[in-house]
């Protein structure tokens, strides 16, 4: 049986490169003129209320028009941009897409821009649950889907298979990380209900500890192609130094599916993986005891325990988990916390000794509403959490959080770490 191919690319016009790596890989091939395409970037989310750093996080809004002019080229005529971002409080599809320019593909190549949020979903059975997918992403003829060359702190990458977890509804995307199910086991055989294309990951940055935004991102100017999703994860993956077998979500859908999660199966043309390779962390460490993150005690922090995330904390709730970290850190002034235990996600149950239980979102607060452990019960809810509302339950409690040091911390890490504007640039986000 032939190899599955996989093209890498360093990328120095993007256009010419995006060539390079579809030609490379044959990603065309198979798709007629007459197909309709829709092409399914990473647009998770974008915060308009705070500096937001997309480099790594979201796909390249240059790559996406590249690809449409390359289509366009080619004679492809039926293009759909869709995405179904964190519709949280409401959807922003439309505003994300007008904030970056996609419009501009509408007015040049007729391309539909689609927010999956505001369509219809399809049940569809995965042998046990179902899953509600984007019924515009099921009908299409051929799918391109263009994720981001990142992390993942909870499922270790981010790539093609896991993109298209993102033409699932809300309702089911929680489903992924419920209690009662294994999140690397419930979003890879989306790709096996989606129609061929291809899978181009965007590599022009790559992010440690992702995917959000208060990972590092590194300037990589990779193109990674093929028409194989799995193939090219397990590329991409290596790429960053995760081999796939060490990647729950990969290895298991290479054993759901009678495949090898290594790279020697697969023909990599254009660059070699060592050429272009790295290692970069996904995951952030924690203090020994489970107590917060590994600095706390170095900073002094004592009285309080965060307890680590864990696969059961939806996006919503995975958002909202780094503001709430800061918020306590800079409620800290050097004394000792009043004996507080921070509970999150859907399967935590509070401990015994602490004098307050903070319980961040309805899952936790729900589970532990009849907690013999818990002295005093702090509900912090919504579904996700509010952080004003945060502020304010802990402000009542005597813990000194505040909104604003978080508005403040973000400013300082776009800042910090995003000043090379040669290196990070919005440009390649916002098209003018
Ligand atoms: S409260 Fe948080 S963990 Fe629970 S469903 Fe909502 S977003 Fe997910």
């Known amino acids: 049986m032939a190899k599955p191919v996989v093209s890498i690319v ?5 256009g010419q490169s995006l060539r390079e790596a579809v030609e490379l890989c044959g990603g065309l ?40 002019r390359l289509l366009a080229e080619e004679g492809f005529s039926r293009i759909t941009v869709g995405e179904a971002p964190l519709p949280v409080p409401k959807s922003k599809g439309r505003r994300i897409y007008q904030a970056l320019g996609y419009e501009k593909l509408k007015e040049r190549y007729g391309v539909e821009l689609v927010d999956f949020n505001e369509e219809k979903f399809v049940p569809v059975d995965f042998g046990g649950y179902k899953l509600n997918i984007a019924q515009r992403a099921l009908e299409a003829h051929r799918l391109i889907n263009l994720p981001v060359l990142k992390t993942h702190n909870l499922c270790r990458v981010s790539l093609g298979l896991k ?47 992702g995917p959000a935004p208060y990972g590092k991102a590194y300037r990589k100017d990779l193109i990674i192609a093929s028409r194989d999703t799995f193939a090219c994860d397990v590329v991409a993956s290596e790429v960053m130094g995760h081999p796939a077998r060490e990647v729950p979500h990969l290895a298991y859908y290479a054993g759901i599916s009678g495949r ?16 272009v390779g790295f290692k970069i962390a996904h995951d952030w460490d924690w203090e020994e005891d489970d107590s917060g993150p590994l600095g706390f005690k170095k900073r002094g922090i004592t009285g309080i325990a965060v307890r680590k995330y864990d696969k059961t904390l939806c996006t919503g709730c ?3 988990y780094n503001p709430m970290l800061i918020m306590i850190m800079s409620a800290f002034k050097g004394q000792p916390f009043p004996g507080v235990e921070v509970i999150t996600g859907k399967v935590r149950r509070a401990g015994p000794g602490f004098e307050k239980t903070v319980l961040f979102g309805k899952c936790i607060c729900d589970l532990n509403k009849n907690n013999p452990n818990i002295k005093k019960a702090v509900q912090v809810k919504g579904c996700p959490p509010d952080l004003k509302n945060f502020e304010k339950v802990m402000q009542a409690e005597g813990i000194d959080c505040r909104c604003d040091d978080y508005v403040k911390y973000r400013g300082s890490y776009f800042k910090n770490n995003y000043s090379d504007r040669e290196v990070f640039d919005m440009g390649l986000y916002i098209m003018q």
């Open 10 to 14: 360093k990328s120095r016009d993007i």
């Open 29 to 68: 091939q198979g798709m007629n003129k007459s197909d309709s395409i829709l092409i399914k970037p990473n647009l998770v989310d974008w915060e308009f209320d705070l500096p937001f750093p997309p480099f790594g996080v979201v796909t390249t809004t240059a790559l996406v028009f590249a690809l449409v």
């Open 163 to 209: 993109n298209l977890k993102g033409c699932l509804d809300r309702k089911s995307k929680i489903l992924c990380h419920g209690k009662d199910h294994d999140l690397d086991h419930m979003f890879p055989a989306i790709a096996d209900k989606l129609p061929p294309g291809l899978t181009i990951v965007d590599g022009t940055y790559t992010l440690e500890r």
């Open 260 to 275: 090898s999660p290594d790279t020697s199966g697969i023909e990599v043309r254009g660059a070699a993986i060592g050429e």
């Open 318 to 320: 995975s958002g909202m």
